[in-house]
């Protein structure tokens, strides 16, 4: 692929703008049954607790797209690879208001349209952003993430109240859709240097894993994503029927959580990837994110009737920092340390590893949760993987 060898200034915003739309949108996709599992579940006859296989078959999908959608990236275009992500998690989502069977694939196609969105911005940004201020324009893409989630946890459970679940899944679709066609404009500019030629083999396909296998740091930064990867989905996945159901809170106030949570790693993001870039060195940054959101996962464990609604919501707001606002900063260490004009293709395979964690993660967390028949376990968990993840970064030479 004919990469450019300086950013031009005007398009990296552009395509700033556009990759960071379309992320947010897309996570909100993929947050809505989360959010709203509690209502969701009854309805169609199901324990809310399986939601944990209902995210890890859309984290599945979204674990073999991230790795197969590299030739795609290199003879459509970022763009025009994201716009298509937005209309397949559209469908997904139109899926979710059917019967219960068809959830499972629903969630796959979510999955699908939700695995290449980071390779396709990280292809793109790697391109047009300033190697100076490659943690922050990451770490500003990747507020996206939590700022889908944010809106899924604020606004739908308020939908849901005065129209319905069904209203409210139908309502991000249809933004999933519209986000698409406004990104149409940019793709000119933005869609630039394609490899017409290009052919998907499975040579290909399995290539940039060789890649990061042989890569000690690579290695490094994307066992760190499998780690922290997991305990992000777990938070995002459980911290709403967790406060609704054994905590005893409102939906609307369980989604209030959420809210915060998703608003700190917006915060986080920004704020990790800025230190990134000025004062402290990307892998001990990372490190100490594990150890906080660890501690913040072990707490979040210990809620109960006893504690303050003001406290909560504190420490899941820095749960969200932490366990959220890694992102940006391992991501922008995986493009820097990729192969000239290989950031797609690395993070697609950096992302497929990473997503396994997702996959297993939160199936794991139901499991744990349905056999202590406490959500708290599940939480304890993750919090032990986190604080050894960021304890090992830490011990490790700079």
């Known amino acids: 692929m004919n990469l450019k060898a300086a950013p031009n200034a005007p398009n990296a915003l552009t395509a700033l703008a556009v990759t960071l739309s379309i992320q947010a949108f897309t996570s909100l996709a993929a947050s809505a049954t989360p959010v709203l599992a509690p209502e969701m579940g009854p309805a169609m006859g199901l324990d809310p607790k399986l939601i944990g296989i209902f995210v890890g078959v859309l984290y599945l999908g979204a674990m073999l797209t991230s790795l197969a959608s590299v030739g795609f990236i290199e003879r459509y275009g970022p763009i025009r690879v994201s716009q298509v992500c937005a209309v397949v998690c559209a469908c997904g989502l139109v899926l979710t208001t059917g019967p219960a069977w068809s959830l499972l694939i629903a969630a796959a196609l979510i999955g699908a349209g939700y695995g290449p969105i980071t390779p396709a911005s990280s292809q793109l940004l790697a391109r047009t952003a300033s190697p100076r201020t490659m943690a922050l324009t990451f770490s500003i893409k990747q507020t996206g993430v939590p700022l889908g989630a944010a ?37 000119a500019g933005l869609d630039v240097g394609l490899s017409r030629a290009h052919r998907v083999s499975m040579e290909q396909l399995f290539a940039p894993l060789g890649l990061v296998a042989r890569s000690p740091k690579l290695i490094e930064l994307t066992t760190t994503g499998f780690v922290y990867a997991t305990t992000q989905a777990c938070l995002l996945s459980f911290l709403v029927v967790y406060m609704n159901q054994e905590l005893g ?62 406290a909560e919501i504190l420490i899941c707001a820095l749960f969200g920092v932490t ?51 406490s959500y708290a376990s599940g939480f304890g968990a993750i919090g032990l993987a986190s604080l050894a993840c ?7 030479k700079m």
């Open 323 to 373: 366990a959220i606002g890694w992102n940006g900063v391992q991501l922008a260490e995986v493009a820097r340390h990729s192969p000239r004009g290989k950031a797609g293709a690395i993070t697609g395979a950096s992302g497929f590893i990473t997503f396994a964690g997702v996959v297993v993660g939160p199936p794991l967390f139901a499991l744990l949760a349905t056999l202590t028949g």
């Open 151 to 187: 809106l899924a946890g604020a606004l739908l459970p308020l939908l849901t109240i005065s129209y319905g679940w069904r209203a409210a899944v139908w309502a991000v679709a249809g933004c999933c859709m519209v986000i698409a066609l406004l990104a149409q404009p940019t793709r």
């Open 249 to 310: 809170r409102t939906l609307v106030n369980a989604g209030l959580t959420l809210t915060v949570a998703t608003a700190g790693g917006v915060i986080g993001r920004i704020s990790w990837g800025l230190v990134a870039d000025r004062w402290i060195a990307p892998r001990r940054m990372l490190g100490l994110l594990g150890l906080v959101a660890g501690a913040c996962a072990l707490a979040t464990s210990s809620f109960g009737p006893t504690w303050p609604i003001t």
């Open 390 to 396: 960021g304890a090992w970064l830490l011990r490790r």
